[in-house]
Structures are given as C-alpha cells and as structure tokens.
C-alpha cells in the first residue's frame, strides 16, 4: 500500500534554531518526493521537488535530503523564523505523469520568539 | 479510522453542465481544503474553508464555487463545465485553531471527466 509517514506529528524551537522535519514512505514505483508549507487555512508552497538521482536540493534555508534506497527524506530549516511557523507536508509522486500523489500527514511546525 | 470521504468517485458531465463535488472531512475537523490535478500536472490549490468561512483561495475559476455548512462538510459547484475541467478533485481537512494537531488527511478524489 503506497504510504507516507512524518515525524515527528509537531515540534516546537526556538527562533534562530536549525530543525529537520522525516518522511518515510512505502510509494512505488518512485517518480518524485515534493516538501510543502503551508500555512492554516491557506494554500500550499512548493519548497523542494526532487527526483530519484537527486539526494538533496536546497531553497533559501530549507534543504532537503532524499535517499531512494532506504525511501527516507528529510528537511531542515536553518535558522528558523517566526514566519516558518507553518504545517510541512511530504508528498511523494508515484509514477511520472503524476497521476498518483500520495500526501503525509504533515508536520506542524512552531517557532517561538 | 474515519477518512476524508469524498462523493462521488468518478463523475462524467458534458460541456456546458454543472457538477457538485462534495469533501466529508474527518469527525471534528473544521478546515478543508480543495486542490485540483489535471493529467500529468501538479495538484494545484483551489479554496480552503476554516469553521465554514473561506480562509484562503487559490486557482479557482469564477466558474466554480464552493462553501462549507455547518456540519464542516464542504462542496464544490462547477457550472459552465469546460474540457480543460476534466481532472481528478480532492480535498483535506485539518483540525486547526487548536493545540491539538491531528495532521492532515487527504480523500482519495472524483475523477470528473467532460466529454
């Protein structure tokens, strides 16, 4: 069963600290895995798309690692802001017309002053 | 466990018909959210709702309207239906506004089809 699972459910730092949200998944075949933020009540941001040959990709203070062979990615904030304080949400591309996007549960993250 | 149920699963409408696609968010929930993927392209995000008021909108044609009631399910009207709507829909509801964060949940989608 395609699957994605995050850890952990929410965190909360401290301003200025670095954190890094997990999402495992159980998705074949593999095409791509996208990290979004998004904020309560609004749309989605793209972050990151990375595709199977790639094994991290960075945007600004986020960056974000993939390792096909254990199904795992990762993503870590720098430097956090208060403005990162949002939902992060995986979700993983299962063939390459992205016809089946199978989405994580999400991770809320808190940054507080 | 209780999903995100939506209704129905595949929908076929001619050009010019209207269509309602309707999102059940998990039990509690009070915010969901509306996102259309059109054959091979990105999931892109529609409107959402947060305790029955729009919170956010995003591509949705002025053809297309949406509204949540009071038992937090939310549908979504498609008049004037065009080719170019043929798409799968899906919706998420989240549990937000609180200290209890429960994820999102994402229903499996209506295919709609116009031929």
């Known amino acids: 069963k395609n699957q994605v699972e995050q850890s952990p459910q929410s965190l909360i730092i401290l301003e200025g600290k670095n954190c890094t949200l997990q999402c495992n998944y159980t998705v074949s075949p593999f095409s791509n895995l996208r990290w979004y933020k998004q904020d309560t009540g609004r749309g989605p941001v793209s972050l990151t798309i990375?595709?199977?040959?790639?094994n991290t990709k960075s945007n600004g203070r986020y960056t974000a690692t993939l390792d096909a062979d254990t199904k795992q990615s990762s993503l870590h904030i720098t430097a956090s802001q208060l403005s990162d304080s949002a939902s992060y949400i995986c979700v993983v591309s299962a063939d390459n017309y992205g016809q089946n996007f199978v989405f994580g549960p999400g991770t809320r993250l808190s940054v507080l002053p | 466990a209780a999903g995100v149920i939506q209704s129905p699963r595949h929908l076929i409408k001619e050009k010019r018909e209207t269509a309602t696609l309707k999102c059940y968010p998990i039990p509690r929930h009070d915010t969901v959210y509306w996102y259309q993927q059109g054959p091979g392209q990105d999931p892109q995000f529609l409107i959402s709702?947060?305790?029955?008021?729009?919170?956010d909108k995003g591509s949705i044609p002025d053809r297309f309207s949406a509204q949540q009631f009071s038992d937090y399910h939310s549908e979504l009207n498609m008049s004037s239906l065009e080719l170019g709507d043929s798409a799968l829909y899906f919706c998420a509801s989240s549990l937000d506004g609180t200290r209890d964060y429960y994820g999102y949940t994402f229903g499996s989608g209506t295919r709609l089809t116009v031929v």
């Open positions: 990375m595709t199977f040959s790639e």
């Open positions: 709702f947060y305790e029955k008021m729009q919170s």
